[in-house]
T-cell receptor
Framework: AQRVTQPEKLLSVFKGAPVELKCNYS??????LFWYVQYSRQRLQLLLR??SRESIKGFTADLNKGETSFHLKKPFAQEEDSAMYYC????????????FGTGTLLAVQP | DTEVTQTPKHLVMGMTNKKSLKCEQH?????MYWYKQKAKKPPELMFV???????INESVPSRFSPECPNSSLLNLHLHALQPEDSALYLC?????????????FGPGTRLTVT
C-alpha cells in the first residue's frame, strides 16, 4: 500500500543549525514526491518537487530509491523557516491522488 | 492569475443549516479537489473532479455534496453537519496527466459547526 512516513512530529533547532526533516515512502511504482510547507495562517504551498532537483529558500531534497527516502535538508536554519512541513507522494494514473505524511513542525529558536 | 481562491474565509453554521463553500481558479487546471484538514493534521482528501466529472469520493458522508459547474469553479454543499465536521476545508487544483502533478491550494474555509 502507498504510504508516506514522517517520523518526527516536532523538530526544534537553533538559528544557524542544520536541518533535516525525514520522509520515507512506500510505493511500488516510480514515485513522484513533493515537500509542501504551511506557515502559520498561510495556505499550504509547494516547496520542492523531486523531479526538478531544485533548491528553494535554501532547502534541498534528494530522492533515494534504495532507502525509499526523500529527506528535506537545509544547512543553516532561519527563524522564518518555522512552519509545518508535509512530505507528499503523488499516487497517479487516472486518480490524481496526493498522499500526505503526518507532517513535521519545525521550530527554529533564536 | 495563479491563485486558488475560496469563499467564505470563515463560516459558522448550526446542525440544521444548509450552506455552500466556493472555490475558483483561473489557471486552466482541469482537476480540482476538496480536502478536510483538522488542526496540526495533514489534509485528508474528500473529492476529486477531473474534467468536471467526479472521479474520486473518499467515502465521504452524504451531508457533504460536491458540485463542479464548470472548469473554473468547485462548490461544496453542506447540510445537517455534525460538530465533528468543524475543520479547515481546502480546495486545490492541478493539471491532470501532465508535468509534475503538483497541486495548488487555496487558503481554506474555516468551518465551525455549532
Amino acid at each position: 500500500a502507498q504510504r508516506v512516513t514522517q517520523p518526527e512530529k516536532l523538530l526544534s533547532v537553533f538559528k544557524g543549525a542544520p536541518v533535516e526533516l525525514k520522509c520515507n515512502y512506500s510505493y511500488s511504482g516510480s514515485p513522484e514526491l513533493f515537500w509542501y510547507v504551511q506557515y502559520s495562517r498561510q495556505r499550504l504551498q509547494l516547496l520542492l518537487r523531486h523531479i526538478s532537483r531544485e533548491s528553494i529558500k535554501g532547502f534541498t531534497a534528494d530522492l533515494n530509491k534504495g532507502e525509499t527516502s526523500f529527506h528535506l535538508k537545509k544547512p543553516f536554519a532561519q527563524e522564518e523557516d518555522s512552519a509545518m512541513y508535509y512530505c507528499a507522494l503523488f499516487y497517479g494514473g487516472a486518480t490524481n491522488k496526493l498522499i500526505f505524511g503526518t507532517g513535521t513542525l519545525l521550530a527554529v529558536q533564536p | 492569475d495563479t491563485e486558488v481562491t475560496q469563499t467564505p474565509k470563515h463560516l459558522v453554521m448550526g446542525m440544521t443549516n444548509k450552506k455552500s463553500l466556493k472555490c475558483e481558479q483561473h489557471m486552466g487546471h482541469r482537476a480540482m479537489y476538496w480536502y478536510k484538514q483538522k488542526a496540526k493534521k495533514p489534509p485528508e482528501l474528500m473529492f476529486v473532479y477531473s474534467y468536471e466529472k467526479l472521479s474520486i469520493n473518499e467515502s465521504v458522508p452524504s451531508r457533504f455534496s460536491p458540485e463542479c459547474p464548470n472548469s473554473s469553479l468547485l462548490n461544496l454543499h453542506l447540510h445537517a453537519l455534525q460538530p465533528e465536521d468543524s475543520a479547515l476545508y481546502l480546495c486545490a487544483s492541478s493539471q491532470p496527466g501532465r508535468g509534475t502533478y503538483e497541486q495548488y491550494f487555496g487558503p481554506g474555509t474555516r468551518l465551525t459547526v455549532t
